[in-house]
């Protein structure tokens, strides 16, 4: 038979018969619910967060370094865009969130791209894709891809009082794979405990698992603290382990409906992996080439970091919010400088929010960094500066 005319009569019967039951179902509205009965607790969400970024410092490049956030310079883009689908069931609960978007090509920028099963192409879209189960009353399992459990602000810019995130929050993992048990052992105390491939990374480049760990507690109604830890081994599997220990207090205070308060400090250390000592006789009488001896390093190299937020709610219309950073990197463990110094640099940053237009929300953000060492582009030539000034507007809309 012509394959036209094969194809005709199919595409007919189909018609046909999606015809008949449209009618049956039309006729008895029982039949429709039948047909199509969503799971209970099934939301859909969309976000999608655009922004300009002008950097006064007018640099050659138009990618800023030691941030994910606002990353481009005098360009209109979109920092991040996602679509989910959410289920809160009774005795499970998941979501999947597909994702695009500056933030994104940054924060996967360390996932490998040579893995054909699993690679950087393969999962950055991915944001979130979980399963979880109620074991008991107040205990859950989760497993898949999830947020990060580490730090005071949200991947979801809307959702923090500032539009940009914190050195801090910047240099801990946006995202996890891994599983994670959750405790709710009273409505002001619960304990999360997590098993996960490592820092930040989906595609293993270890045999190791690492371990993170957290404790919320709301002391009163309007006073929370929050304890998260994370334990891992960060070197690939070629190299002698270096293992990764990090520690992140927060304080969050609400004092009214007007003001809120917050403060975190951070700190981590990590094993340096190996050393080499100076010794050319033992070395020679070793057989070995060179005058350094190669041994198993047991020393740390630590790095710091501190901020403090403050907001206030001037009218239902408009909210004011700063916030202040510092990090101390100076073994460079997280932000690799290549200067005496390393990376050892606060922020001062003010964020006026127009919130008359929920769920869409207008920004405009002043940053001020600088730092110890010349580390910000500067102009269009080759130099690096001690500052760098930001002004950013940004206009985003969330659904949940």
Do not use: C
Not at 187 to 210: A, C, R, Y
Not at 217 to 226: D, G, K, R, V
């Amino acid at each position: 038979m012509n394959p036209r005319i094969l194809f005709a009569f199919r595409f007919f019967l189909a018609t046909f018969f999606f015809i008949l039951i449209s009618k049956d179902l039309i006729a008895d509205p029982k039949k429709v619910e039948e047909a199509w009965h969503p799971p209970k607790g099934l939301k859909v969400g969309a976000f999608v967060d655009t922004y300009y970024n002008q950097n006064f410092n007018q640099p050659k490049s138009n990618e800023r370094a030691y941030t994910t956030q606002a990353v481009r310079n005098q360009e209109f883009n979109i920092n991040l865009a996602h679509a989910d689908l959410r289920l809160d069931g009774e005795k499970f609960r998941g979501r999947l969130a597909i994702q695009f978007g500056n933030s994104v090509n940054t924060n996967y920028s360390g996932e490998p791209t040579k893995d054909v099963s699993s690679n950087q192409f393969a999962v950055r879209n991915i944001q979130e894709g979980f399963v979880g189960v109620r074991l008991s009353q107040k205990v859950w399992l989760d497993a898949g891809i999830y947020f990060g459990h580490i730090g005071h602000e949200s991947w979801i810019s809307q959702k923090n009082n500032n539009y940009t995130r914190a050195y801090a929050l910047d240099y801990v993992p946006y995202y996890s794979s891994g599983a994670r048990l959750t405790y709710q052992y009273s409505n002001q105390l619960s304990f999360q405990f997590h098993v996960m491939n490592g820092w930040q990374n989906i595609t293993e480049n270890n045999k190791d698992k690492s371990l993170g760990f957290q404790t919320k507690y709301a002391i009163l109604p309007n006073l929370t603290f929050t304890a998260n830890y994370f334990a891992g081994n960060e070197a690939p599997t070629a190299e002698r382990k270096q293992n990764r220990f990090y520690q992140n207090l927060i304080t969050e205070w609400k004092i009214n409906d007007r003001f809120t308060f917050a403060f975190s400090q951070d700190i981590g250390w990590q094993w340096q992996g190996q050393s080499f000592d100076y010794n050319p006789i033992g070395v020679r009488l070793l057989g070995k080439q060179g005058d350094y001896l190669e041994r198993s390093g047991r020393a740390y190299r630590h790095w710091y970091q501190g901020n403090i937020w403050v907001s206030v709610l001037l009218s239902p219309d408009y909210r004011l919010s700063f916030r202040f950073d510092r990090m101390i990197d100076r073994e460079q463990v997280l932000a690799q400088t290549k200067t005496p110094n390393g990376f050892n640099a606060s922020a001062y940053i003010l964020t006026l929010d127009f919130l008359q237009w929920n769920p869409a929300l207008f920004r405009i953000e002043l940053v001020r960094r600088s730092s110890i060492d010349p580390l910000f582009e500067y102009r269009n030539t080759d130099e690096k500066s001690k500052q760098e000034t930001l002004l950013i507007g940004a206009i985003s809309f969330l659904l949940e």
